[in-house]
Nanobody
């Protein structure tokens, strides 16, 4: 059974930091592209960052220089360090696994940036 379990969300003040984690199980993690998406109220879900099977990364322009995605194939986890958070980063953040014709999603974790 495939599972993606996100953690690390919460309430943070503008300029603060959070670290999101996604624990994966039930599939061959190292062969899947892993990504973080987010969805703000009333908006479409958007790609935030992704890491390929070889560890290369790319980011949405809005988070470049502030967010860092990383994967640990030994632990089947993907993390995202989020620094210099802004109110517009407020959203539900989802972990996604993509590969071999399959796409899996986690349940999401809420990130709220507010003073």
């Amino acid at each position: 059974q495939v599972q993606l379990v996100e953690s690390g969300g919460g309430l943070v003040q503008p300029g603060g930091s959070l670290r999101l984690s996604c624990a994966a199980s039930g599939f061959t993690f190292r062969t899947y592209v892993m990504s973080w998406y987010r969805q703000a109220p009333g908006k479409a879900r958007e790609l935030v960052a992704r890491t390929s099977t070889s560890g290369t990364t790319d980011y949405a322009d809005s988070v470049k220089g502030r967010f860092t995605i990383s994967r640990d194939n030994a632990k089947n986890t993907v993390n995202m360090q989020m620094n210099s958070l802004k109110p517009e980063d407020t959203a539900v953040y989802y972990c996604q696994a993509w590969g071999r014709g399959y796409t899996y999603w986690g349940q999401g974790t809420q990130v709220t940036v507010s003073s």
